[in-house]
């Protein structure tokens, strides 16, 4: 969790607070923040205010700047991340099959190294970011500057997500194709998508593209 994470950074610079504590302030501070900046697209100011928020009363406020600067890069660690099961095989067999494929995340420019740093990089042609691009999901506005850049009709693109509101109604405003994999499918009736011919779910991103036995193996 977000809470353990932080608990560890800011043990190394000799301050010790609870991972619930944290976990706790942090959910405050991230809602919080959306409520008073609904629009803001997370980059590295906001996310200065929502740490500060996180952070109050339990460290002290004179040595903030060193510890979200350690906080902020904490997060383009590697290890502070884990592909979902199938992922590195799924990508090898697309791009062996001649698909085209790009990211498109409501993230910040961390998520270069990050990529980097799990070894999958290479398999995209270009990385889309809300903060490099001024704007993010669901607004139709991204999805419209993605599909430019990429020079592709909307339905030939397949947009994959785990977020209905951001990935999948987002996409769908658009015109392209969506699937929405991981839990956020449970919470959805299958026959909800029955109006939307574009719209698929799955439970993982394996299964999505080649099936229930693909995603076993």
């Known amino acids: 969790s977000v809470g353990e994470i932080y608990t560890e950074e800011l043990r190394s610079l000799g301050y010790t607070v609870s991972p619930d504590a944290l976990e706790k302030n942090f959910v405050d501070?991230?809602?919080?923040?959306?409520?008073?900046?609904?629009?803001?697209?997370?980059?590295?100011?906001?996310?200065?205010?929502?740490?500060?928020?996180?952070?109050?009363?339990?460290?002290?406020?004179?040595?903030?700047?060193?510890?979200?600067?350690?906080?902020?890069?904490?997060?383009?660690?590697?290890?502070?991340?884990?592909?979902?099961p199938g992922i590195e095989s799924t990508l090898s067999r697309l791009r062996e099959n001649?698909?085209?494929?790009?990211?498109?995340?409501?993230?910040?420019?961390?998520?270069?190294?990050?990529?980097?740093g799990l070894n999958i990089d290479t398999y995209f042609e270009d990385v889309f970011i809300s903060t490099e691009l001024g704007v993010q999901k669901p607004s139709k506005q991204?999805?419209?500057?993605?599909?430019?850049?990429?020079?592709v009709a909307p339905k030939n693109i397949l947009h994959v997500g785990d977020n209905l509101i951001e990935d999948m109604e987002g996409a769908l405003q658009a015109g392209w194709?969506?699937?929405?994999?991981?839990?956020?499918?449970k919470t959805i009736d299958d026959k909800s998508c029955d109006n939307q011919p574009s719209a698929r779910l799955a439970d993982s991103v394996s299964e999505l593209f080649f099936g229930p036995i693909a995603a076993s193996v």
């Open 29 to 84: 501070a991230f809602a919080r923040f959306k409520y008073e900046y609904p629009n803001a697209i997370l980059d590295r100011s906001d996310w200065r205010t929502i740490v500060a928020y996180t952070l109050h009363g339990l460290t002290p406020e004179d040595d903030f700047d060193h510890q979200f600067e350690t906080l902020w890069n904490a997060f383009t660690d590697p290890k502070r991340w884990r592909l979902l």
């Open 142 to 151: 991204i999805f419209d500057i993605v599909q430019e850049r990429i020079a």
């Open 177 to 185: 194709n969506t699937a929405l994999v991981g839990p956020a499918t």
């Open 98 to 116: 001649g698909l085209r494929l790009f990211v498109l995340s409501n993230n910040d420019e961390r998520l270069h190294l990050v990529l980097k």
